[in-house]
């Protein structure tokens, strides 16, 4: 049965979080060095696979003439092609693992390269097509302050139901990464867990603010399902299942709290 696509369910584009402001640093502190570790998971979309070709991070540094200015190369990046389709549940993968400059970072991008596909519901493998203006690498807002021997981590968040379009009846898609940023450190947001019954097909979750969607992801094998790095407040959850045989369900009055773990009672769907 084909996975059902957030597209219709969703208004607008989901938005990159907004990393948490840290205070002016001085000169000597510019000087330094910082520890950046940059790991990826995923919301998943209509597919069996979808494999991204990762060869480089750069980061984009603006200090004012003091320091490191412009786009530097990040060390210890782990090159390689990652299916996202695996990382869901609280599962990621680490991309990076090295030192940067101590400063004001402006924005991070990531290089891909040219193997980047799908594997359709039908199980056709289909290359990936990447607008010209992406092909030098995909930039990511952060404008965040980092400071000497802290070490930061910075999770990725790709939503491949927003990011991946099919290209009308060709059977082609294309690449518009629309990925959201959470800084996983002492001063990351609340998360919520729990899980979806009958764990046979995965079920959307979408947690609303309003109208708006504030996160989304897919239940995993066992039904699991995580959203993490959430501004405190009370929200509603949406859930679609892909079995269409399923009724879908809402839980409303969710309460997330700062640096805390909400976990929400197993829900079991009914026909």
């Keep these: 049965m084909k996975m ?87 599962r990621d993968t680490l991309l990076a693992d090295g030192e940067i400059s101590s400063g004001n970072i402006k924005d991070i991008r990531l290089v891909l390269g040219d193997n980047n596909w799908v594997v359709t519901n039908t199980g056709d493998s289909v290359k990936l097509q990447i607008p010209s203006g992406q092909s030098s690498g995909v930039e990511l807002k952060i404008n965040m302050a980092v400071f000497d021997g802290v070490l930061y981590k910075l999770l990725l968040d790709f939503d491949v139901a927003k990011s991946i379009h099919e290209a009308g009846d060709a059977g082609k898609y294309i690449l518009q990464p629309v990925i959201r940023t959470v800084l996983e450190a002492a001063l990351q947001g609340g998360s919520i867990k729990g899980a979806v019954l009958p764990a046979t097909l995965p079920t959307a979750i979408l947690l609303m603010n309003g109208t708006d969607t504030v996160a989304s992801t897919y239940s995993g094998a066992d039904g699991g399902y995580l959203l993490k790095g959430l501004v405190a407040g009370s929200y509603t959850l949406q859930y679609i299942p892909v079995d269409r045989t399923l009724q879908p369900a809402t839980k409303q009055g969710v309460t997330v709290e700062f640096d805390k773990v909400t976990t929400i009672d197993t829900l079991t769907l009914v026909h």
Excluded at 21 to 30: G, I, N, Q, T, V
Excluded at 49 to 67: F, T
């Design 4 to 90: 059902p696509s957030l597209k219709h369910l969703v208004n607008g584009v989901l938005f990159l979080s907004a990393i948490a402001s840290m205070a002016a640093c001085s000169k000597s502190d510019r000087n330094g060095k910082s520890t950046m570790q940059i790991s990826l998971t995923d919301a998943p979309g209509d597919f069996k696979a979808v494999y991204i070709d990762i060869q480089q991070i750069d980061v984009n540094y603006d200090n004012s003439g003091e320091g490191v200015n412009g786009w530097q190369t990040m060390g210890g990046v782990k090159k390689g092609i990652y299916n996202l389709l695996t990382l869901v549940n609280d």
